[in-house]
Structures are given as structure tokens and as C-alpha cells.
């Protein structure tokens, strides 16, 4: 079993930046490929960006690419989504998701444990 907490979110502005954290507990964290998924109010969850258990690989939204980065401490059991220039459409809430394995990392059905999620609103 792995617990994951979100933290981070908040009401930003256009153009801003947001890191949102979320730490891990209970199994051993660095087994795991790691992602962020959203749901904003209306629409279906969407992938947003994972990272593979070594941090070697990651994989990303492409309307999130070049404004969000992923990353990882293993020794801190902890994965980060740096978010820069906030754009109205990121408006969501915010999930944390372990998976076991890497290579179908966009599915939300190969998650086996999810955080409550944060909520990430951007005004204009």
C-alpha cells in the first residue's frame, strides 16, 4: 500500500507558476513510476506528466510541454510538478498516482494508488 498526499495548489493568476508536491508513504517509493493527472469540473480525468521510478524517463501532456516539468526525490519519497505559465485552461484538480510499471504511464487504469488531490485555480 503507498499513501500519497498532494500539496501546492492555490489560486494564482495568468502567467504564474505553481509547484505542487506530493509525498509518499508506505511501500518503498523509488519502485514506483510516478504521474499527475487532472480533472477539471465537467470533464474527464487527464494525464499531465510521469515519471519513471529512476527519473530517467518522463512523458507529458503535449499542452502542458515546455510549461510543466516533473521530477522526483527518491530520498525524500517525494514528486514535484513545476508549473509555469498558468494558463485559465490548467484550472483543475490535481492528482497524484502511483503505478508499478512504465510504458502505458498516460492510462489512469494502470495506477494502483491515488492522492485526494489539490485544487489549482487560475483566474484571468
Known amino acids: 500500500q503507498v499513501q500519497l498526499v498532494e500539496s501546492g495548489g492555490g489560486l494564482v493568476q495568468a502567467g504564474d507558476s505553481l509547484r505542487l508536491s506530493c509525498a509518499a508513504s508506505?511501500?518503498?517509493?523509488?519502485?514506483?513510476?510516478m504521474g499527475w493527472f487532472r480533472q477539471a469540473p465537467g470533464k474527464e480525468r487527464e494525464f499531465v506528466a510521469a515519471?519513471?521510478?529512476?527519473?530517467?524517463?518522463?512523458n507529458y501532456l503535449d499542452s502542458v510541454k515546455g510549461r510543466f516539468t516533473i521530477s522526483r526525490d527518491n530520498a525524500k519519497n517525494t514528486v514535484y510538478l513545476q508549473m509555469n505559465s498558468l494558463k485559465r485552461e490548467d484550472t483543475a484538480v490535481y492528482y497524484c498516482?502511483?503505478?508499478?510499471?512504465?510504458?502505458?504511464?498516460?492510462?489512469?487504469?494502470?495506477?494502483?494508488?491515488w492522492g485526494r488531490g489539490t485544487q489549482v485555480t487560475v483566474s484571468s
Open positions: 508506505g511501500r518503498p517509493f523509488s519502485w514506483y513510476t
Open positions: 498516482a502511483a503505478a508499478p510499471s512504465w510504458g502505458s504511464e498516460w492510462y489512469a487504469e494502470n495506477y494502483a494508488f
Open positions: 515519471i519513471k521510478w529512476s527519473g530517467g524517463s518522463t
